[in-house]
């Protein structure tokens, strides 16, 4: 079992930056690769970022490309988005997913566990 808590979500300007973590508890963090997702109102949940096991692998949505940049602290459990130069359009609640095997994932249906989410609001 794996519980993750995310944090560093908030209100900024369009082209400013902001910091999300996501801290797992749980044996299992280390050994599956995790992802960021994001809701925005009226939308469906839609995949960000991914990152693999080893963090040697990541992969992003197109439209957060050179913007955002996921990464992962494995002796911390705790995995990082990195969201530079924001747009109004990334406003949204940003999820934190585990899956259980090492390899990335786009789709919400191949994570196991999920985190409760935090607000990211970007205002033009």
């Known amino acids: 079992q794996v519980q993750l808590v995310e944090s560093g979500g908030g209100l900024v300007q369009a082209g400013g930056s902001l910091r999300l973590s996501c801290a797992a508890s749980?044996?299992?963090?280390?050994?599956?690769?995790m992802g960021w997702f994001r809701q925005a109102p009226g939308k469906e949940r839609e995949f960000v970022a991914s990152i693999s096991q080893s963090g040697s692998i990541t992969y992003y949505t197109h439209s957060v490309k050179d913007r955002f940049t996921i990464s992962r602290d494995n002796a911390r459990n705790t995995v990082f988005l990195q969201m530079n130069s924001l747009k109004p359009e990334d406003t949204a609640v940003y999820y934190c997913?585990?899956?259980?095997?090492?390899?990335?994932?786009?789709?919400?249906?191949?994570?196991?566990?999920w985190g409760q989410g935090t607000q990211v609001t970007v205002s033009s």
């Open positions: 997913a585990a899956r259980s095997t090492v390899m990335i994932s786009t789709t919400p249906t191949g994570y196991n566990y």
């Open positions: 749980g044996r299992t963090f280390s050994s599956g690769a």
